[in-house]
C-alpha cells in the first residue's frame, strides 16, 4: 500500500483535492482524519465523546487517539488499495512518527507528503463560506460552489449547515494552532526528501491534476 500525507492549513484544500483524485485515480483511497473524529462524535463512540469538546475548540486531539483511529482504518483496508490519501494526518512530529510504526504494521510504505500552500486571506475566505450537507455529507461553497437552490443540498433537499468549527473565533484558533503544531512537520518531510510544496490557491481541479502527475515520478523514487 501506497500512502500520501495530505499537509496543510484548515481551508487549503485538503479534503477537496483528495476527493478528486478519488474519483480520477484508479486505486486511489482516501480518509479524512476529521471526518473519522466527526463521525465518532456522531455516533456517540467513547474516542468520539472525549474528542467533542476539544475539537469545537478547534484544538487538537491527543495524539494517541487520532494514531490508533488511522491505525484501525488501515488496518481494514482491502488488499486491493494501491493508493491512499491521509487527509489530516499526522499533524504534530509525534504523529508522524507513530504513522512510521503504523506503515510498518501495515507493510505500506510512504510515497510523499504534498503540502497544500494557501495565503491566509484565502484559507479564511474559504472556511467561512464552507457548508455541508448534514445527511450525504457533501459540501459546499457559498460563493466557489454554491448549492443550485440556496442554503439547500443538490440531492437531499434538506438545509445546509455550517461546521461547529468554522466559527470565525475557532477558525482563528485552528489556524494558530497549525501554525503551531503542524507546520513544524513541513521540516520533518523535507529533512527526509520526501516534502513537495503545491500552489493551492487556485482551482482546486488544477492542484489535483498537479499532484496526479507528480504520482509516478514518487512512486518510482520510493520502489
Ligand atoms: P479537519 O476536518 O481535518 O479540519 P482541517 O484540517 O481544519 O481542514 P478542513 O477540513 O477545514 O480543510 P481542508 O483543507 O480539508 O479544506 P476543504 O477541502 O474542506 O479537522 C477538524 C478537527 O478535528 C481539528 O481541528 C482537530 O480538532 C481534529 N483533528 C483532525 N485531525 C487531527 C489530528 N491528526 N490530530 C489531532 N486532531 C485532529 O475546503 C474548505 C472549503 O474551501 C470548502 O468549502 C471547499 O469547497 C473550498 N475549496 C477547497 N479548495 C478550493 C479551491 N481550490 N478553490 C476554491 N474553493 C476551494
Known amino acids: 500500500m501506497n500512502v500520501l500525507i495530505f499537509l496543510g492549513a484548515p481551508g487549503s484544500g485538503k479534503g477537496t483535492v483528495a476527493e478528486i483524485l478519488a474519483g480520477t485515480v484508479d486505486g486511489f483511497r482516501t480518509v479524512s ?40 482504518y488501515l488496518k481494514g483496508l482491502p488488499d486491493d488499495s494501491s493508493m491512499i490519501a491521509l487527509d489530516g494526518f499526522p499533524r504534530t512530529v509525534a504523529q508522524a512518527e507513530m504513522l512510521e510504526s503504523i506503515l510498518a504494521a501495515n507493510k505500506a510504505r510512504l510515497l510523499q507528503a504534498a503540502f497544500l500552500d494557501v495565503p491566509r486571506d484565502v484559507l479564511l475566505f474559504r472556511l467561512s463560506g464552507r457548508r455541508l450537507c448534514p445527511k450525504c455529507g457533501a459540501g459546499y461553497h457559498i460563493s466557489t460552489l454554491p448549492p443550485k437552490v440556496a442554503g439547500m443540498c443538490d440531492t ?3 438545509e445546509l449547515i455550517t461546521r461547529a468549527d468554522d466559527q470565525p473565533a475557532t477558525i482563528e484558533n485552528r489556524l494558530k494552532v497549525y501554525q503551531q503544531q503542524t507546520v513544524p ?13 503545491f500552489d493551492a490557491a487556485g482551482e482546486a481541479g488544477d492542484v489535483a491534476r498537479a499532484i496526479a502527475g507528480d504520482l509516478s515520478k514518487w512512486r518510482t523514487a520510493q520502489a
Open 156 to 158: 437531499c433537499n434538506v
Open 185 to 197: 512537520l513541513k521540516a520533518f518531510y523535507e529533512d527526509k526528501g520526501l516534502l513537495t510544496r
Open 33 to 72: 482524519s476529521g471526518a473519522l473524529l466527526r463521525d465518532a462524535v456522531k455516533s456517540r463512540t467513547e474516542a468520539g465523546v472525549a474528542a467533542e469538546a476539544t475539537i469545537a475548540r478547534g484544538e487538537l486531539v491527543p495524539d494517541q487517539l487520532i494514531a490508533a483511529m488511522i491505525g484501525d
